[in-house]
């Protein structure tokens, strides 16, 4: 629930794009089976974005179903 949270918060208070954060980072932050749960459970919305010579990163963003989750908890500040 802490990822949803700050995922939140993100996206409440900066602009949308802000919002979007690297699955690495998340990993890093909360857990690679936080991480995958929150994406396998539709809160959290990946893709893939490339970053030159045909490398591509995962990023994440707080899906409709995820800003549901954090509003309906209680989670909003």
Known sequence: MEMLRDLYLLSTYFEESFGVVH?????????????????D?????????????GKTRCVCRLSD????????TGLHI
């Open 23 to 39: 699955e690495e980072e998340l990993v890093r932050r909360y857990g690679r089976q936080e991480t995958s749960d929150a994406i």
């Open 41 to 53: 459970n539709g809160y959290v919305d990946h893709a893939r974005i490339p970053c030159g010579s």
């Open 65 to 72: 179903k995820g800003l549901q989750k954090a509003q309906g």
